[in-house]
T-cell receptor, first 113, second 111 residues
Framework: DTAVSQTPKYLVTQMGNDKSIKCEQN?????MYWYKQDSKKFLKIMFS???????INETVPNRFSPKSPDKAHLNLHINSLELGDSAVYFC????????????FGEGSWLTVV | GNSVTQMEGPVTLSEEAFLTINCTYT??????LFWYVQYPGEGLQLLLK?????DKGSNKGFEATYRKETTSFHLEKGSVQVSDSAVYFC??????????FGTGTRLTVIP
């Protein structure tokens, strides 16, 4: 049973396209996140939602729009994709009940060509 | 502010060698400290954690002790295996639940 699952795992798309990455967690956690890992493996938070409400919104282009239909899902939509958006995107979740330890999904490898 | 500095890699060791990956941090307040591991082509996995000073986190033969006096959380393993080859990330977490990561250290273990 995958705790934090995200789809697709691999995505190759052309510049200018719009794409979405979906994330679901079955842990009952209240907080979900999106992190970006660049080509140098550097990891940085993009967004954080708690019970469907936006908590953290780092300096991210507004082409990136997170959507949380319920507390178990946090999808990432990206408009007008650019070459620099190529990265690995990680969904994650946490909860006070687990000491706020953050658990990550397996990542989505996005390549923009 | 909050930041994590970890030993730059890559690190190459022979099997059964002793491993140390250094990690120091700067934080406001009292953060929790973590080591995450990323195996080739895979996602991030929590390796171990410590939530307060002098706590020792351990898992799969890896250990790290939360040292407040030196603001460090060095990762150690007594005898590495080829299967330990991965990228290791030190991270701290503040009350806002945000994780601040180090730059990662790539470990390669050769037979």
């Amino acid at each position: 049973d995958t705790a934090v699952s995200q789809t697709p795992k691999y995505l190759v798309t052309q510049m200018g396209n719009d794409k979405s990455i979906k994330c679901e967690q079955n842990l009952g956690h209240d907080t979900m996140y999106w992190y970006k890992q660049d080509s140098k493996k550097f990891l940085k938070i993009m967004f954080s939602y708690n019970n469907k409400e936006l908590i953290i919104n780092e300096t991210v282009p507004n082409r990136f729009s997170p959507k949380s239909p319920d507390k178990a899902h946090l999808n990432l939509h990206i408009n007008s994709l650019e070459l620099g958006d190529s990265a690995v995107y990680f969904c994650a979740s946490s909860d006070e009940g687990t000491g706020n330890t953050i658990y990550f999904g397996e990542g989505s490898w996005l390549t923009v060509v | 502010g909050n930041s994590v500095t970890q030993m730059e890699g890559p690190v190459t060791l022979s099997e059964e060698a002793f491993l140390t990956i250094n990690c120091t941090y700067t934080a406001t307040g009292y953060p929790s400290l973590f080591w995450y591991v990323q195996y080739p082509g895979e996602g991030l996995q929590l390796l171990l954690k410590a939530t307060k000073a002098d706590d020792k986190g351990s898992n799969k033969g890896f250990e790290a002790t939360y040292r407040k006096e030196t603001t460090s959380f060095h990762l150690e393993k007594g005898s590495v295996q080829v299967s330990d080859s991965a990228v290791y990330f030190c991270a701290l977490q503040t009350g806002a639940n945000n994780l601040f990561f180090g730059t990662g250290t790539r470990l390669t273990v050769i037979p």
